[in-house]
């Protein structure tokens, strides 16, 4: 990488809601309508990625509250215990808040779905929003889409090649780099209402 992102404290607990596990079929509690004032800035995020990676942290998903808690104080001590290795960015990631589809190839990157479960369907309309990291960069690759309906099928590129956010450059990604999604909704008509669901993986098409 070319900047290590900072450490954050590792916390003794996180919100009771959320549970991570490093298998595909990893369970979280239904996202609950807990108040976040904000969401977690590009950094907090890109170190909070980072940290799960190191301890092997797959995927997990839960509220916007857990996602706040999780960014000012880092993931919990000995959460996957030894380091696993990381999945392909490809195949079916299943969670209690939703569930990920993802594809890679030299061509094309790692396309991506999501379906948000019917867990979220008392949010009615959504925001969704992705943060996408390759090899410790951001992808200038996905704008918010407003206003949509909870059932709607999300869906979005990572360009083998794309251009770095905040950056004129482009970067290519090479077999073996470390690849975070971050995914977040807040209902349209109770912003306090929302959910995130995160997947780990190794780009190795």
Not at 14 to 41: F, I, K, R, W, Y
Request: a positive charge; charged letters at 20%.
């Amino acid at each position: 990488m070319t900047a290590r992102p900072r450490r954050v404290a590792i916390a003794a607990a996180c919100g009771a809601v959320l549970l991570l596990t490093t298998t595909g079929a990893a369970q979280a509690e239904t996202p609950t309508a807990d108040p976040v004032s904000t969401s977690p800035s590009s950094p907090d995020v890109a170190a909070l990625m980072a940290q799960l990676r190191e301890q092997g942290v797959a995927q997990g998903g839960g509220s916007l509250a857990d996602l706040q808690e999780l960014a000012a104080s880092g993931p919990r001590a000995g959460l996957a215990g030894a380091k696993a290795r990381l999945p392909k960015c490809r195949g079916t990631f299943r969670n209690r808040a939703a569930k990920v589809v993802l594809q890679e190839s030299k061509k094309h990157g790692v396309p991506w779905v999501v379906k948000l479960s019917r867990g979220n369907a008392p949010m009615g309309r959504v925001n969704f929003n992705a943060k996408i990291f390759a090899n410790g960069r951001e992808a200038n690759v996905y704008q918010e889409h407003p206003n949509k309906v909870w059932y709607y099928q999300f869906h979005g590129p990572l360009p083998r090649k794309f251009a770095v956010k905040g950056s004129s450059r482009k970067y290519t990604m090479k077999r073996g780099d470390d690849v975070s999604f971050l995914w977040t909704w807040r209902s349209v008509r109770d912003p306090r209402s929302g959910g995130m669901r995160f997947v780990n993986c190794e780009f190795k098409p």
